[in-house]
């Protein structure tokens, strides 16, 4: 007799937050990976427990794909939803990735790029945050049912995003610039270590902007 | 006598236990989603709730009783033989209870109206044979059966519509929301006292025309649209909504967009100077655009949605009202319509004509519902109203409004239909409207299956119901 109670479905956008949560904690032991670069045991602890939250995240992504029956209808399109949840997962893998890159060998002449790489990192992990924040909205765009003022919200963030996005892409070609100026005086191991970090954080900031755009094809703006 | 006393004492106890069963479990239909939604509290709406269940039953449930009583099956030809319709309404009732309480134990989905309806054409088919049972009429039931989830699905996902288009995504939802509440009040009650109306007003021996009723539905619905303004007028808007600046409102910012999209479509299709001049024309514009934009603070109006779902709270008691009323009206008939005719059939002998359903009997469906209500259903609605997080005021009032006409339209023609079944539809309704998180699409593959087994268990309770009753007494 609870027919009417049993038509209301699971929702998978609560998961979708928490995964999003268990991502921006990978996001954080990586800013904290980039703090402790000269302390070359306590990062390999980090980049450890990195691991580790990287791991956690996907269960967390593999339990939502499990709770996401066929038979079950959302307001926006099934495999939207699973692109999302795929490029959220992905800037966990990347975090990881550049972790992992870092953890091989101590960074040669890091003093020399200290400054340009922080500022590079620093600009690439804000986008990342307002990715995150745009996920956050969410709950108040399923209010609105995508539209409206809410909808035009989330627009003005994604656009913010994408701009940012772009000005983290521009401080990585700086810093490009300087690696190739340097690049007669590292060896030649020493200096693909470097480019691979380098395109690393920027995919980060690459990914982050992507998913933003994603949950601006959901949006019914006019 | 001693034997009509027996009998008569069976099927209104067995009656009871059907109007408890129905106040027990169906009702959580009518009020679970209020509940859910945070619109009403659990006392508000067992008290809503009892009010118009009985309103219900007792004005407008003659209709679908009659027609349960005497159209299912061709009871004319009983005449020479009454106890046999005796025996086999008391077989049908005390079936269908019984199916009833197997398949809760068992946990199917069924419906009261479904296994009645079964019960009473099986032991109809049984007694009279498959001639016996009016086809016709069990065809337009059958086809109700399909067409009212439909309706109801229909009509929920054409209100959610207009709720969104014109209020969720309106830039300034709070003042669309006062502009349209008195509006919606007009065709709600408009609506309502239409179908109420027309066909002449279940109890009361009034019948109108068709421009009548019509007349006096717009009057009733003028009503409610002066009394809406009169409320919207003291809803206040809270100030942040109002701080922006007049020049850099947001849908200004829109209309900008649409130019740019507008000149960009005039661009493809012009070559040269004109084309040249348009495309400067839209490098300026596209400036103007971005400083807007940086200016604009959409985040300080999306507060706003609290101010619609707190008015759409309102809205949707009203509605559940509704649904509260027309659920009597069409149930209250699975409980009393054997009883009225095993009681009809002893006190007058088998009548051609369909004799009118007494009003104590429908009261005391009405009263046995509100048993049911006040025993157990406030703890299935309870249960329904803690699940049921989905449907916030704006999404339950469309869902009610489809699924509160259609049960209302069927019971004024008479046609007895499953009122969860119409809330399924009015759910599924709002959901194709983007309207929910996520919508359990088993559910219906739940009514496929009570449909298929619930006719013919209904109906095979019902014979052996009536088989075990004729050896014991006769």
């Known amino acids: ?222 | 006598m001693e034997f009509t006393l027996i009998l008569t004492i069976i099927v209104l106890l067995v009656g009871f236990y059907m109007a408890w069963n129905i106040g027990a479990n169906d009702v959580s239909n009518a009020m679970g989603t209020s509940v859910g939604s945070g619109a009403l509290t659990l006392k508000r709406a067992v008290i809503i709730a009892a009010v118009f269940e009985f309103s219900g039953a007792y004005f407008l449930g003659s209709s679908v009783s009659s027609t349960m009583q005497s159209e299912l099956i061709d009871v004319t030809r009983f005449a020479a033989d009454p106890d046999t319709l005796i025996f086999g309404m008391c077989g049908a009732l005390l079936g269908t209870g019984i199916w009833l309480q197997i398949a809760s134990y068992f946990g199917l989905p069924v419906s009261t109206t479904h296994a009645i309806v079964g019960a009473i054409v099986g032991f109809g088919a049984l007694t009279l044979g498959i001639t016996g049972v009016e086809w016709g009429m069990i065809g337009s039931i059958a086809s109700s059966w399909i067409l009212s989830p439909i309706m109801s699905g229909f009509i929920s996902y054409l209100i959610f519509s207009i709720l969104q288009r014109n209020i969720l995504f309106a830039l300034n939802p709070a003042h669309a929301t006062k502009r349209l509440i008195p509006i919606l009040l007009f065709f709600v009650f408009g609506t309502f006292a239409l179908s109420m109306i027309f066909n002449g007003i279940g109890r009361f021996n009034v019948n109108f025309t068709l421009p009548q009723a019509l007349l006096l539905s717009t009057v009733i619905g003028a009503l409610a649209f002066a009394v809406g303004l009169l409320v919207v007028r003291r809803i206040k808007i809270p100030k942040t909504s109002l701080e922006t600046p007049s020049r850099l409102i947001p849908f200004k910012l829109i209309s900008l967009e649409k130019a740019i999209k507008h000149l960009r479509r005039v661009r493809t299709g012009s070559i040269d100077e004109t084309h040249n001049k348009i495309t400067e024309l839209l490098e300026q514009m596209h400036n103007i655009k971005r400083d807007m934009r940086q200016k604009t603070r959409f985040s300080k109006r999306t507060t706003e949605y609290d101010l619609v779902e707190k008015a759409f709270a309102s809205m949707q008691i009203i509605s559940a009202c509704f649904v509260a009323l027309a659920h009597g009206a069409n149930d209250v008939a699975n409980a009393i319509a054997p009883v009225a005719a095993v009681i009809d059939t002893i006190q007058n002998g088998v009548s051609a004509s369909a004799a009118a359903v007494p009003s104590w009997l429908l009261a005391f469906g009405g009263v046995g519902i509100i048993v049911g209500l006040a025993t157990w259903g406030w703890r299935v609605i309870m249960t329904i109203g803690r699940k049921i997080t989905e449907l916030t005021p704006t999404r339950g009032f469309s869902a009610e409004f489809g699924a509160a006409l259609t049960i209302l339209l069927a019971s004024k023609l008479g046609l007895p239909i499953s009122t969860t079944h119409c809330l399924v539809g009015a759910v599924l309704g709002v959901g194709l409207a983007r309207g929910i998180r996520a919508l359990n699409l088993r559910t219906l593959k739940d009514i496929a299956l009570s449909w298929v087994i619930t006719l013919p268990a209904s109906a095979l309770m019902s014979v052996i119901c009536y088989f075990i009753l004729k050896s014991i007494l006769v």
């Open chain 1, 1 to 222: 007799m609870m027919t009417i109670a049993r038509l209301f479905g699971k929702s998978p956008f609560a998961p979708l937050q928490s995964h999003m949560k268990k991502v921006s904690l990978c996001v954080e032991k990586l800013t904290k990976i980039f703090d402790s670069l000269e302390e070359n045991e306590k990062l390999q602890r980090l980049v450890t427990d990195l691991s580790q939250l990287e791991h956690e995240a996907d269960l967390t992504k593999n339990d939502i794909r499990n709770q996401l029956p066929k038979s079950i209808f959302m307001p926006i399109d099934r495999s939207h939803f699973l692109e999302i949840l795929a490029l959220q997962d992905s800037i966990a893998d990347v975090s990881e990735d550049i972790g992992l890159t870092l953890s091989l060998r101590p960074l040669v002449n890091y003093e020399l790029f200290a400054k340009d790489l922080q500022a590079f990192v620093k600009k690439c992990i804000e986008v990342f945050w307002d990715t995150k924040r745009i996920i956050e909205e969410i709950d108040e765009l399923l209010e609105s049912s995508f539209g409206g003022i809410e909808a035009e919200k989330v627009k003005t963030m994604v656009e913010e995003t994408a701009y940012k996005e772009h000005k983290a892409q521009k401080e990585k070609l700086k810093l490009l610039k300087k690696l190739y100026n340097e690049g007669e005086s590292l060896s030649s191991a020493a200096f693909y270590h470097w480019l691979r970090v380098i395109e690393e954080i920027g995919i980060l900031a690459q990914v982050s902007e992507k998913l933003a755009n994603r949950i601006r094809m959901v949006l019914e703006t006019k």
